[in-house]
């Protein structure tokens, strides 16, 4: 029940994270915007990682520590996969395909011999459904963007399994090495592509997009090490849900009768998820 609760936590982050830096990204650049969101992820947590747990020690901890870099690039990768599906393709089945990276990690895991229950397995799959039945805004006229967005959604699902081999590390140290290695991948390639500079009317609002960020990130990671990871992943990647809740809660958006299934089936999925968890 709690993970369900931590990993529908990091979805609703990541939504309103999301709001934010859409707005930005749409006066400016969006690969501007990412370094922001870095940058103050990157600023807040690594002290406080340090403080509180210090440098890694031992081989248990290196290792996992290597994995929760590994973790870091996929997620840049993961990111620059989403943007350029969503540059050259259709939102609908950009969005669609990357909400899928939930059921990819919460696959892996079962691969690798997480225990599935029918009550599991069906919840996942309400929730799978639902996730991809919210983010679909309208039909998808053309494929472009097709390749991207199945590229973007395995990086998505790789970092959740990364994060689970990370184990070793509490959650902050997981979160600290990871948006590191993020940043010092993004940062330059955002300064050498244009710089990082912004209306200072828009700071405001990158700063808090970064601030949610680095919530929905911590969530996800903590989400992770409470387990079952098959739970967690499938939780945290409902921020397409919570998308088209804020927009019609704060953007007086009008869904489509398709999202209202989307919204109806997340929900009875998350809560026989947390019936089984």
């Not at 901890?61 to 540059?87: P, S």
């Not at 395995?154 to 994060?163: C, K, Q, T």
Request: a positive charge.
């Amino acid at each position: 029940m709690l993970t369900v609760f931590v990993g529908l936590l990091s979805a609703f982050c990541y939504a309103s994270s999301d709001m934010l830096s859409q707005r930005v990204a749409r006066a400016t650049r969006a690969l501007a915007q990412v370094a922001w969101v870095l940058v103050t992820g990157t600023v807040i947590v690594v002290p406080v990682a340090l403080l509180v747990d210090g440098l890694p020690s031992g081989g248990a901890q290196w290792r996992a520590a290597g994995f929760a870099a590994a973790a870091g690039l996929a997620y840049v990768a993961a990111f620059f996969c989403l943007l350029r599906g969503l540059h050259t393709g259709d939102l609908g089945l950009v969005s669609a395909l990357n909400a899928l990276s939930g059921a990819y990690a919460a696959g892996a895991f079962v691969v690798l011999g997480a225990r599935l229950t029918p009550l599991l397995a069906l919840s996942l799959a309400l929730c799978v459904c639902g996730a991809v039945l919210a983010s679909i805004e309208h039909r998808a006229k053309t494929t472009r963007g097709m390749p991207w967005a199945l590229a973007s959604g395995l990086l998505f699902g790789g970092v959740f399994v990364l994060y689970d081999y990370a184990h070793a590390l509490s959650w902050l140290s997981q979160v600290a090495i990871s948006r590191s290695v993020s940043l010092a991948v993004a940062l330059p390639l955002a300064l050498a592509t244009g710089g990082l500079a912004l209306p200072r009317r828009l700071r405001p609002v990158a700063v808090g997009a970064g601030v949610l960020e680095l919530s929905g990130l911590s969530c996800f990671a903590l989400a992770i090490v409470m387990g079952p990871p098959t739970v967690a992943a499938i939780a945290t990647t409902q921020f397409g849900t919570f998308a088209v809740i804020l927009g019609v809660v704060l953007l007086h958006e009008r869904p489509r009768r398709h999202q209202w299934v989307g919204i109806a089936c997340t929900l009875a999925g998350v809560t026989l998820l947390a019936a089984v968890a």
